[in-house]
């Protein structure tokens, strides 16, 4: 039984711009590292279109957003925005959105058993969600996932 207290949750925010307008974003030469950055990789090598990138199949495409931090442990966190594309045709072992039996949808990875079907969090605190079988449940494969980071109040000043 899904807990929405505690579950990652996942609300639909509407389909995906069809014919959206290319938005050409500069990529850097260098991969950026966790570490140091390196002054003499200060460079652009090309340019990356997010709508290209995220969206596959703009017709089947529908964007929601993840409630809740069940899916910490497959980089998911409250607020990322979760590309669901309609046309991909989950598999056992996909990040999915799940609707049962009235649910609020669920964004959980799937598990196909021999006659059942199982979500399972990607955080050792919540337990699967099993759907006894014969339960009607609709499952959309997650394609992509996006966050906006957001910058904190309280900086350390320099100086």
């Known amino acids: 039984m899904l807990n929405t207290v505690t579950d990652t949750l996942a609300h639909r925010l509407g389909a995906a711009t069809i014919d959206p307008i290319p938005v050409p974003l500069p990529i850097a030469a260098a991969a950026a590292r966790a570490g ?24 089947a495409t529908f964007l929601y957003r993840a409630e809740g931090w069940s899916m910490l442990h497959a980089g998911i966190c409250d607020g990322d925005l979760l590309v669901v594309d309609r046309s991909v045709t989950p598999i056992d072992g996909d990040l999915v959105i799940a609707i ?4 609020q949808p669920a964004c959980k990875i799937l598990k196909v058993c021999a006659d059942h079907l199982e ?12 759907l006894a079988p014969g339960t009607e449940a609709e499952v959309f494969a997650v394609v992509s996932v996006a966050r906006q980071v957001h910058r904190g109040r309280h900086r350390v000043r320099s100086g």
């Open 36 to 59: 140091f950055p390196s002054p003499a990789e200060d460079f652009q090598d090309d340019t990356i279109d997010l709508n290209d990138m995220l969206v596959r199949n703009p017709l």
């Open 119 to 130: 979500l399972h969090s990607r955080n050792p605190h919540y337990a699967p969600i099993v």
């Open 100 to 103: 049962w039996e009235g649910n």
